[in-house]
């Protein structure tokens, strides 16, 4: 039995944010990885240019929360896809088409959220990449965004 301590040493999680430069105004569509800003202590993991490696193995709960303001899409629907990456590989998809709602003066608001126990090996590395970077919600509520693992 692990003691209190231990236990809280074991299971550290951390948050990130979004950075503000990863947003532009385009609504290009290509996947891009995102980019964080480390909030907390990385307790068994490291942090490079948008990706989580484990420097232990085992068993990790690994969570996603995007936030997304559309302001505007195209006529058609377009479809919002977020993604986890395990070593450069898709391994968990979220996916939601957006349309253009009768009032034109209207925005919508998206959540995709995603969540998993995965097994890591050491050195395997985590990212995130979505398809309308543009439509991260950084501005009004920018703690909204949140990629994060922790050893089970």
Known sequence: MFSEVQKCE?????????????????????LRTLLWNVKKNLRGMMYQNG?????????????????????????????????????????HNVLSTVTQPTDSNSKIYRDQYLSLQLFLNVNDSISIQTSHVSWLNVKFIPDANLFGAFKL
Not at 58 to 87: K, M, P, R, W
């Open 10 to 30: 074991r299971s550290a999680q951390f948050r990130m944010e979004v950075e503000l430069e990863q947003v532009n105004n385009s609504n290009n569509q290509e």
């Open 51 to 91: 990706s989580l490696t484990a420097e232990t193995e085992g068993l990790y709960y690994i969570y996603c929360h995007l936030h997304f303001i559309i302001e505007s899409c195209c006529e058609d629907a377009e479809d919002l896809q977020t993604i986890l990456n395990v070593n450069g590989n898709a391994m």
